[in-house]
């Protein structure tokens, strides 16, 4: 449809690139804001937020900094969906100190900036300055929201955090925050990987909800990791016929791992009678004219 427009404008071009990068096709957000700019409009406040969003999902930091650059030197506003663009794309392509101090030197914030900047710092391994983010917020007069608690749990997550991730959920319920199958997630994954199985399983049976996938394969790769069959078995029963090849793959590599290579056969066979096949892996690397996928 966009192809039959005879001349498009910019709100036309913003539509497109704003389309593909919501979708996740950060690469043809790339190519369409290039082919944007060789027409002679020139980008919006819409635009560059978009472009920054391509830039962060796929780790394009010298774009990025190119359109960190353009906002500098023309009259785009920098307001909050902007700002908001510059501290993900920075953060998620590892240059924390740019973030910050795009962060810091916001006159005021958002939840959406507060969740963007807590969220980096976890995602880089900075977990504890990520908490110490999250009880700023806590006094800065922006209530933290369910997205504010899940990115704080995910940092609890991968610091191994475990008493301050509890104390985290808990807290939910004085904010008036429902709790999300995310937040369970979390809460089974920092459990789990901390070697606390029993308590993690008690957490699935007493969810308010019906368990995902995403919960189970959480339970099932703490299981992989702590090397606990029994608890893999209780699982893998409770969740039956699976069709998610990587519970299977799991499963397996699990009763692999202890030599319990008959099980290990045994859940091989299961997966090929119920019509799963492994998904194949893919990976993909940002080069000078695109994305290159293999």
Known sequence: MFDQIPEPNLVNWNSLIAGYAQIGRSSEALEAYRKMQESGIAPD??????????????????????????????????????????????????????AKRIFEGMRWRNDSCWNTMISGLASNGLSEEALQLFASMEVSGEDPNGVTFLVALSACTHGGLVEQGLEIFRKMESYGVERGIEHYGCLVDLLGRAGRLAEAYDVIMNMPMR???????????????????DMAGRVINKVGASKNDGEYVMLSNIYAASERWEEAERIRRRMVNNGVQKTPGCSSVVVPNGECQF
Not at 217 to 228: E, F, K, P, W, Y
């Open 45 to 98: 406040e819409f635009t560059v937020a978009s472009v920054l969003s391509a830039c962060a999902q796929i780790g394009a930091l010298d774009i990025g900094k190119e359109v960190h650059e353009l906002i500098n030197q023309t009259r785009i506003q920098k307001n909050q969906f902007v700002l908001n663009g510059l501290i993900d794309m920075y953060a998620k392509c590892g240059d924390l100190d740019t």
């Open 211 to 229: 368990a995902n996938e995403a919960v189970w394969g959480a339970m099932l790769g703490a299981c992989r990791v702590h090397i606990d069959t």
